[in-house]
């Protein structure tokens, strides 16, 4: 299984952007990267994901590197609503599952 | 649209009591169905994963057991509690077809006394 790596937690004020990394080495090349985010006492809510080119939505924007070992999500106006632990996970294809690590919990200052 | 449903929302036991968690999906046919745990300040532990009626795949070996007697519905089930199975769990559901996109529940969060 593909490990990540995020930093435990960022901090930013409120109104600027934000870029949260998430280093995932060991993924395969068929695995999509999946973002998710939690606010407190609810359930993860997806985010955005992508395979290799970079992905934009409602919500957040998703870089990957050239190379897919690592992938920075970016909140391009960080609000106090964003305040959450985000979740950086590849995608295995068996069963469509996915491994969630402790993920990075995101401060954010008015 | 779809969406997934979880009862009860929160849950007090007795340590050595039976439970019953269920999760109910709509809007949607023959999903793969999760169940995770997660411990307080945690990351999520998958627990189980089923892809379709009757088939039910463990991640974690424990005192924990999971059903789903029909194609939308997903149980978690113990016959004895233990302290250590306190924590908020979660289930989810994703399309077969999809790109591994997980849509999850609201959660139950259960405390063992």
């Known amino acids: 299984d593909a490990k990540t790596t995020q930093p435990n937690s960022m901090e930013s004020n409120e109104e600027e952007p934000v870029h949260l990394p998430c280093n995932h080495s060991?993924?395969?090349?068929?695995?999509?990267i999946h973002w998710y985010r939690q606010l407190p006492s609810q359930g993860p809510e997806y985010v955005i994901h992508?395979?290799?080119s970079n992905v934009n939505n409602r919500m957040a924007s998703l870089a990957i590197a050239e190379d897919r070992k690592s992938s920075t999500l970016i909140l391009h106006r960080a609000t106090l609503r964003d305040a959450a632990v985000y979740y950086c996970?590849?995608?295995?294809?068996?069963?469509?599952?996915?491994?969630f690590g402790g993920g990075t919990r995101l401060m954010v200052k008015p | 649209s779809q969406t997934i449903h979880q009862w009860p929302a929160t849950l007090v036991q007795p340590v050595g009591s039976p439970l019953s968690l269920e999760c109910t999906v709509e809007?949607?046919?023959?999903?793969?169905l999760y169940w995770y745990r997660q411990a307080a300040g945690r990351g999520l532990q998958l627990l189980f994963y089923?892809?379709?009626?009757?088939?039910i795949s463990s991640e974690v070996p424990q005192n924990l057991s999971a059903s789903r007697p029909q194609d939308r519905q997903f149980i978690l089930s113990s016959k004895k509690l233990l302290l250590s199975d306190s924590g908020f769990y979660l289930c989810?559901?994703?399309?077969?077809?999809?790109?591994?996109?997980?849509?999850f529940g609201p959660g139950t969060r259960l405390t063992v006394l």
């Open positions: 989810a559901w994703s399309d077969p077809g999809g790109a591994d996109t997980q849509y």
């Open positions: 060991t993924i395969s090349g068929t695995d999509y």
């Open positions: 992508g395979l290799t």
């Open positions: 996970t590849p995608g295995h294809n068996a069963g469509n599952m996915l491994t």
């Open positions: 809007g949607t046919s023959n999903p793969n």
């Open positions: 089923s892809v379709g009626i009757g088939q």
